[in-house]
């Protein structure tokens, strides 16, 4: 059977949308190979804040994920946010992506994030060993691009505008949300 | 129905085991409240011992964690290590824990490990504010005690010689695994 998704199915926000809502081991038989490696930083970029709007859509905290192949630009793990969804403390965006990965080597991967790392996810991401770091928006929270630049690892900031607004909505809307997200339900009580 | 463990069951590792292998939410019919009471410091880090057997037994990393409120001193959270088990890259015995207890205040609970955490464990056990940390082993690694007390947490250290022993016969074994659990698959590509 042939993938639906091929070398010439044009890149569109509603095809990177199929591709975020899919299950990653499902991938390799909807997406041809080739699709992939057109697809540019920004295309993956969108593709995690498409994961932070479909978190979002479920009542979640709107941050998503994508780890990429650096040879092959093919994905091997993504993810979004899942403390509301999944009760889960501490399942951001990036070590929601990196919980969908497995137990690969990291640090022939880019992991995009829709936001900026807390102090978690950058752990996680210079004891993982990454390649590279991409970064969709440090307008709204940052602080932790030089402490993963210092272990070595590649930081690039490439800030998406649909991913800015639909965080500071979020935020308007839920900040309490927010702030257990980030500092736990401790913080809210004091 | 009556609870099969009960204020008057002597505590024994049988019995603690019994506890350890239980579904938390599974806790409140099986186990009185009056049972935990009566439990040490010593017996949590026994039960995070028998989790990191359990652990063990399934062919994976054998470090557990337990979570205790500190006044109720019931189970809110338990979980060890599922490296191997789950294919997951950073799944702890700390973040096992943790991710198992949900979305709780933490900074009314005391985490019991039974390895000394990991630059991701003390980072997560810091941005939930947990009011304490005891830790089961410091003679196999350390290093971290220091950073989570410079951010107002309690640390005791509490060695338990069954899990110490443990931790070294399965780090003999499998010293890949161990490498790959601390620094990931980078670390044993390199």
Known sequence: MSVFITQDTPV???VLNVIAHLPTPSLAATV??????????ADFMRMAVLLAQKGY???GCPIGG???DNVSRQILGKGHNTLVQENHPYNHGETSAIRDAGRIDFSKTTIF???SPCDVCATLIYMRQFARVVVGNVTSASG???LIRSKGIEVDILEDPVGIDLYSKYRSEKPEQD????????????
Chains 1, 2 share one sequence.
């Open 12 to 14: 569109s926000d509603a």
């Open 32 to 41: 041809s190979p080739a699709f992939f490696q057109k697809l540019s930083d």
């Open 57 to 59: 859509d479920e009542g």
């Open 66 to 68: 994508v780890v990429v």
């Open 113 to 115: 994030t829709t936001l």
């Open 144 to 146: 932790n691009e030089d």
């Open 179 to 190: 702030i257990e997200d980030w500092k736990g339900l401790a913080a809210l009580h004091k």
